[in-house]
């Protein structure tokens, strides 16, 4: 089968992302401080994996303002300092995911959030429930990381986040959705208020990685979007924005390599088989 077009015009915008000039796609700061980049992150990890991180312009002065957030370092010693602009781009981008996961799920009866969702083991009401203690997660770890602390991105970690969830799929409809829709709020007015000093402060995953608050909306953006799918409601791939296609493919086309055997990749991008077996997204 051949390679769909879509996916090579992927792989062309990944290409010339790439071939930018590390200053074409990383955060400007200013140039009287001598400036580096930082490999970025480990991103998000949970049910969907590991999701597209940030680049960070690292910048080594003796004078940094304090505005990137860093320790002052004491007897005049040098300080690295990790600066992130405002993601303002994805804060629009998840503020209308979470306006589009209103309208889907806003009439919503008991027996719709009883029935199963496209993802196995899970109701309709389960992955509601995930997405409100997702938002949840943000919203506490933002304000932990305000006050200079670094928290578990849930209570208990992996077997915390699956109890919560267990305990929360088989409300009535109408708790779930005021669930959803209360926290995705909580979360929007978060987004939006955050002093510009304070997007670089660091907050831990699931598996206990961290990276920049900065990297959150995105990774929220990505999380609606994807479930308004997996309820299995009606929405289908064909409903997710253009913008988030544009952002999300090209990362997933270059960790291919790590799902398939090269080769069977080449050939079937070449149209010369049929696609290759993936393994499992983690």
Do not use: K
């Not at 969830?165 to 209360?182: K, M, Q, S, W, Y």
């Amino acid at each position: 089968m051949p390679a769909p077009a879509t996916l090579l015009r992927a792989v062309g915008y990944f290409a010339r992302y790439m071939d930018q000039p590390a200053s074409g796609r990383l955060a400007r700061r200013p140039e009287h401080h001598h400036a580096h980049v930082l490999p970025a992150p480990a991103g998000l990890i949970g049910r969907y994996g590991r999701l597209p991180s940030y680049g960070l312009r690292v910048t080594t002065s003796a004078s940094v303002p304090d505005r990137c957030g860093a320790a002052q370092a004491g007897n005049g010693c040098r300080r690295t300092v990790a600066c992130v602009d405002r993601p303002t781009e994805d804060i629009d981008g998840c503020q209308a995911a979470h306006s589009r996961l209103a309208a889907a799920i806003n009439d919503l009866p008991d027996a719709v959030v009883r029935q199963p969702s496209l993802l196995p083991d899970w109701t309709v009401g389960h992955v509601l429930t995930h997405l409100a203690r997702n938002a949840e997660a943000m919203v506490r770890r933002i304000e932990a990381a305000t006050r200079g602390e670094l928290i578990d991105q849930y209570p208990g970690g992996a077997r915390g986040r699956a109890a919560e969830i267990e305990a929360g799929a088989d409300r009535p409809a109408h708790e779930l959705i005021t669930d959803v829709r209360n926290w995705a709020q909580r979360l929007d007015a978060v987004f939006g208020s955050l002093p510009d000093d304070l997007w670089n402060h660091q907050v831990r995953s699931l598996r206990g990685s961290e990276h920049p608050i900065a990297q959150l909306p995105f990774h929220r953006w990505w999380e609606v979007e994807v479930h308004l799918v997996d309820l299995g409601i009606g929405l289908t791939p064909d409903d997710w924005t253009q913008q988030l296609v544009d952002r999300a493919l090209p990362w997933l086309i270059a960790g291919l390599r790590d799902r398939a055997d090269d080769r069977s990749l080449m050939a079937w991008m070449l149209g010369r088989s049929s696609p290759p077996n993936l393994d499992p997204w983690r």
